[in-house]
C-alpha cells in the first residue's frame, strides 16, 4: 500500500524552487555567455571593474560602518589591518591567505594593545 506524502512538504517544496530557480537561470546564462567572451572583452573588461568596485565598496562599508562585534573596534585599527592586508598582498600576490591572516593579527594586536591612533 503506498503512502501519501506529507501535506507540509508541498511548502518545503515551493520554498526550494523559489530559492534555486532565480539564480539557476542567471547561472545558466553566465555559462553560456560566458562561453563566447573572450577576456579582454569590452564586456568582459567591464563586468570585472563593477566586481572590483562592489567588492571594493563591501570591505570599505565594513572598515567605516561596521556591525556586530567589530563596531566595538576602534577606527584606526580597521584602517591599519586594512593597510596591511593590502600591503602584504602587494607584496605576496598569489598568496592571499597571507594577507588575510596579517589583517587579522594586525587588528589583534592593536586591539589587545589598545592602541588608538585616530
Known amino acids: 500500500m503506498q ?13 526550494f524552487l523559489a530559492g ?8 545558466f546564462l ?17 563586468v570585472r571593474a563593477v566586481a572590483t568596485a562592489l567588492i571594493a565598496a563591501l570591505v ?8 556586530g562585534l ?3 573596534t576602534a577606527l584606526s585599527s580597521r584602517v591599519l589591518a586594512l593597510v596591511a592586508a593590502v600591503v602584504i598582498y602587494g607584496l605576496m600576490r598569489p598568496r592571499f591567505s597571507y594577507s588575510l591572516i596579517t589583517s587579522l593579527a ?13
Open 30 to 46: 553566465g555559462v553560456y555567455f560566458g562561453e563566447k567572451i573572450t577576456e579582454d572583452s569590452e564586456v568582459f573588461i567591464w
Open 60 to 67: 570599505m562599508r565594513i572598515v567605516i560602518a561596521p556591525t
Open 3 to 15: 503512502q501519501a506524502l506529507d501535506p507540509d512538504i508541498n511548502i518545503y517544496l515551493l520554498i
Open 106 to 118: 594586525t587588528l589583534f594586536l592593536l586591539e589587545t594593545a589598545g592602541i588608538r591612533l585616530f
Open 70 to 72: 567589530l563596531a566595538q
Open 20 to 27: 534555486c530557480l532565480p539564480t539557476v537561470i542567471w547561472r
